[in-house]
Nanobody, 124 residues
């Protein structure tokens, strides 16, 4: 069973950058499709990005495409989310998630493992 722990959130000004990390325990990390989601107060959890088990395929929501980059290092059991050109509307709790299988999964129900989340706040 893989457990996920996010880090790297914080307060940043609009236009700034942050890199989120999600460290996974367990020896089967490389078998999982990984995703990042976010949830702002009063809103539903929203898909941000996903990456295949090998890292060879990535997919993004339209709202972050061109600004965010998802990557993974299977040797370190870690997935990253590099966030550039941040906007106030990016403010949310960011969650990483793992799915046993699938391709370009974008729905929260597609993922069976979740981290506890890390807060990202972008000031204007």
């Amino acid at each position: 069973q893989v457990q996920l722990v996010e880090s790297g959130g914080g307060l940043v000004q609009a236009g700034g950058s942050l890199r989120l990390s999600c460290a996974a325990s367990g020896r089967t990390f490389s078998r999982y499709v990984m995703g990042w989601f976010r949830q702002a107060p009063g809103k539903e959890r929203e898909f941000v990005a996903t990456i295949s088990w090998s890292g060879g395929d990535t997919y993004y929501s339209d709202s972050v495409k061109g600004r965010f980059t998802i990557s993974r290092d299977n040797a370190k059991n870690t997935v990253y989310l590099q966030m550039n050109s941040l906007k106030p509307e990016d403010t949310a709790v960011y969650y990483c998630a793992a799915a046993n299988t699938g391709y370009r999964r974008t729905r929260p129900n597609d993922y069976n493992l979740w981290g506890q989340g890390t807060q990202v706040t972008v000031s204007s």
